[in-house]
């Protein structure tokens, strides 16, 4: 599946605030925030509805409504849990399951150290999140932690991948739908997104 970027001119603008440095905390996490109901609406572009009759004040009629008992979000930690809440907004009756991993600095290779999903997870969709897709090593390692678990429809949302990522995830699960809000140029060779926006953990939550 091709990764799917948004480019839409009011992401690009909100994308153009938290890539600048000088940025604060609060509005850098807002904004996370924001972006990530965008993402969030993109991903379920494809959701399946069901009809119901309902009455409204004039009269009554069939609608339609998603079952949200079917999904559920995963952040990995930390930076992923900044964008929840963008999420929650859109479907609250959600589950979540949460991935501990941070990366190793000089390997750049994920460090694993928690794991807890909902207990009928392989029943739900469930929607990984990560702000930043960089060497896609956490993203790797997070699906297929899910997919072990017996998780069937995965989708993967961040808020800027690296083309390097990019195509690695697509090569080691091409079944996981990729959404950005942007593709940058490329990695350094610290392995961070250039032009990125910096640590995006740091960044949300003020940590240096
Ligand atoms: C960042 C980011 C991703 C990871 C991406 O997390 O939030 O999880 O790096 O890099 P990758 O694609 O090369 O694996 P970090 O390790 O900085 O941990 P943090 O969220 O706790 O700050
Ligand atoms: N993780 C980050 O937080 N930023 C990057 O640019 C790469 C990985």
Same mark, same amino acid.
């Given at each position: 599946m091709k990764a799917i970027v948004l480019n839409h001119p009011l992401i690009q603008h909100k994308l153009?605030?938290?890539?600048?440095?000088? =940025?604060?905390?609060?509005?850098?996490? $807002?904004?996370?925030?924001?972006?990530? =109901?965008?993402?969030?609406?993109?991903?379920?572009?494809?959701?399946?509805?069901?009809?119901?009759?309902?009455?409204?004040?004039?009269?009554?009629?069939k609608t339609k409504r998603l079952n $949200? $008992?079917?999904?559920?979000?995963?952040?990995i930690l930390r930076a992923g849990t900044g964008m929840l809440d963008g999420l929650i907004k859109t479907i609250p009756n959600a589950k979540i399951g949460?991935?501990?991993?941070?990366?190793?600095?000089? =390997?750049?290779?994920?460090?694993?150290?928690?794991?807890?999903?909902?207990?009928?997870?392989?029943?739900?969709?469930?929607?990984?999140?990560?702000?930043?897709?960089?060497?896609?090593?956490?993203?790797?390692?997070?699906?297929?932690?899910?997919?072990?678990?017996?998780?069937?429809?995965?989708?993967?949302?961040?808020?800027?991948?690296a083309p390097e990522g990019i195509k690695k995830l697509e090569e080691l699960h091409p079944d996981v739908q990729i959404y950005a809000a942007a593709m940058d140029e490329k990695l350094n060779d610290m392995g961070y997104i250039v032009p990125g926006l910096g640590d995006a953990g740091d960044r949300i939550f003020g940590t240096k």
């Amino acid at each position: 599946m091709k990764a799917i970027v948004l480019n839409h001119p009011l992401i690009q603008h909100k994308l153009s605030i938290i890539r600048e440095k000088k =940025t604060g905390t609060k509005e850098f996490r $807002e904004i996370i925030g924001e972006i990530a =109901t965008f993402l969030c609406y993109e991903a379920m572009s494809d959701a399946d509805l069901k009809e119901i009759e309902i009455e409204t004040p004039i009269c009554s009629t069939k609608t339609k409504r998603l079952n $949200e $008992e079917k999904y559920a979000f995963v952040p990995i930690l930390r930076a992923g849990t900044g964008m929840l809440d963008g999420l929650i907004k859109t479907i609250p009756n959600a589950k979540i399951g949460h991935v501990g991993l941070y990366r190793n600095e000089e =390997t750049l290779k994920p460090v694993r150290y928690y794991y807890k999903m909902p207990r009928d997870i392989q029943d739900r969709e469930v929607i990984v999140l990560d702000p930043m897709l960089a060497t896609g090593g956490s993203a790797i390692d997070t699906i297929t932690m899910l997919k072990e678990d017996g998780v069937k429809k995965i989708k993967f949302l961040c808020i800027i991948a690296a083309p390097e990522g990019i195509k690695k995830l697509e090569e080691l699960h091409p079944d996981v739908q990729i959404y950005a809000a942007a593709m940058d140029e490329k990695l350094n060779d610290m392995g961070y997104i250039v032009p990125g926006l910096g640590d995006a953990g740091d960044r949300i939550f003020g940590t240096k």
